[in-house]
């Protein structure tokens, strides 16, 4: 079946980390898990630790229905680490919900990942012929386990010596008895930031956002190829491995994936895709009477083209904001109108009208069309749709869930077929150049998925479900 958010790209999980001695820091966490919601709706788990032990609770689910007051409770520490995922690496069973805790001969340890490794099915190989069992199909377990018994003499060595063989995506948040750890590979593709937590002891998110909601104050990113800890010492800061040169950011935080309070590479998301708009006006020359956002993350898009274009902006859509996943399965007649179930158009606002539609993305092709059918029915003139990024023509490796290449409808199809099957009167993607204008940025955003131009090598073989023919 179709969900109403199914043609959206997906970015794979967000991260907490909390020290905090005197605080209930499995709630902190869970607030902070709470605020990271969109970046992951199949599972989530926090793991805590109290100086000598560690526990755990995760499940499938959404944050509120894994997490109750009863399961808090129970999760008692000082430190503590969370994480809500979407799967891109491994199936959304609950064998691959994260944080992944294991026992080593250094004391409990447990892992959370935001991001993809492309060498993977290499590693976990590597493990498998030395002994080492493996429970799942996720590439965190990899990680974990190669953490588990990595050399070193304190965590830092044991954590550079794993990321000198980690190629990929990853910006970690790991737990051990007395200590959680924040890593960011030395390439930047995913986000990860830190900030003081006004009553002593600091706090780890994948967004700033995150740690607004709980109150943290200095808040910078963790730089690539930084290690942090947050302990009962002063914040410590570790370059394990050198930046690499160019960075290769993920450039779709900033069009879709963030919250718009998310603050990357030292730029305001929200402005930056008010600028997405404004490009997006500059190239795209059309005559219509309101500009309509498909919402949310398109809403300040939509406010920069019509600022540029002049013509008037309204809202069109009313968002039903408690449609998440559900276990339920609808009706025949309700499936057939799944994007209904998302979005009612305000008729009003584009009854007899020519209309601009500005959404962030077109990935698989199967949402847009319903969204033009849904104005039309309300009495939409015409529909033009406006797209603030290129078309993405390439899969991504590196944590975001974009499919094989024959998933993507611009892959299989022309600019003009794709706005044929669509029903729009006109399609236009912004530009390459023009959304690079919008970032502010020259160099140090990977673009893969528009050029097929991948920062780091990539075995194109190492699918999504790669680990799954053993595991089933």
Request: hydrophobic share 40%; net charge negative; glycine share 8%.
């Amino acid at each position: 079946m179709l969900q109403p958010d199914e043609d959206r790209p997906r970015e794979e999980c967000g991260v907490v980390g909390v020290f905090a001695s005197n605080e209930d820091v499995a709630r902190m966490a869970f607030f902070g898990l709470f605020a990271l919601q969109h970046r992951g709706q199949e599972a989530a788990g926090i793991a805590v630790a109290d100086g000598r032990t560690m526990s755990i609770y995760k499940n499938v689910g959404l944050i509120s229905q894994v997490f109750g007051p009863h399961t808090l409770d129970d999760l008692k520490g000082h430190y503590a680490i969370g994480h809500t995922r979407y799967s891109t690496t491994g199936s959304p069973a609950a064998r691959n919900a994260q944080p992944f805790m294991v026992e080593t001969m250094y004391g409990p340890l447990a892992l959370g990942h935001n991001g993809n490794l492309v060498n993977s099915a290499e590693l976990r190989q590597n493990l498998l012929e030395d002994g080492i069992g493996l429970s799942s199909s996720s590439d965190t377990e990899v990680m974990t386990m190669m953490l588990a018994r990595a050399k070193g003499a304190t965590w830092n060595e044991r954590i550079q010596s794993c990321m000198k063989e980690w190629i990929g995506a990853y910006s970690l948040v790991i737990l051990t008895r007395d200590c959680v750890y924040a890593v960011r590979d030395p390439w930047g593709f995913r986000p990860l930031c830190v900030g003081a937590l006004p009553g002593g002891g600091h706090a780890v998110a994948s967004e700033t956002g995150a740690l607004h909601m709980l109150g943290c104050e200095a808040i910078r990113e963790v730089k690539p190829g930084e290690v942090v800890t947050l302990s009962d010492q002063a914040l410590a800061v570790f370059q394990a491995l050198p930046a690499h040169q160019p960075l290769a950011r993920c450039v779709f935080e900033n069009i879709y994936f963030s919250r718009p309070d998310q603050v990357w590479d030292g730029q305001s998301v929200h402005h930056v895709r008010q600028r997405l708009g404004e490009e997006l006006a500059r190239e795209v020359n059309v005559e219509a009477d309101v500009v309509i956002p498909v919402p949310d993350t398109s809403v300040p898009a939509a406010i920069g083209f019509s600022r540029v274009s002049r013509i008037p902006y309204n809202d069109g859509f009313v968002k039903n904001r408690f449609v998440g996943r559900t276990f339920i399965q609808p009706t025949d007649l309700l499936r057939k109108r799944s994007v209904g179930m998302k979005l009612n158009v305000i008729n009003e606002n584009v009854l007899n009208k020519r209309v601009v539609l500005i959404d962030d993305s077109i990935v698989r092709g199967n949402t847009m069309g319903p969204i033009i059918k849904l104005l039309r029915d309300a009495g939409a003139k015409e529909v033009h749709v406006a797209i603030t990024c290129p078309p993405i023509l390439h899969p991504c490796y590196m944590g975001v869930d974009f499919g094989r290449p024959e998933d993507l409808i611009a892959y299989r199809h022309s600019i003009d077929e794709i706005r044929s099957i669509v029903n729009a009167d006109s399609l236009n993607y912004l530009s390459l150049e023009g959304m690079m204008r919008a970032v502010g940025r020259s160099e140090g955003y990977c673009q893969a998925c528009f050029t097929g131009m991948y920062p780091i090598p990539v075995n194109v073989e190492s699918i999504k479900t790669g680990f799954e023919q053993s595991l089933k």
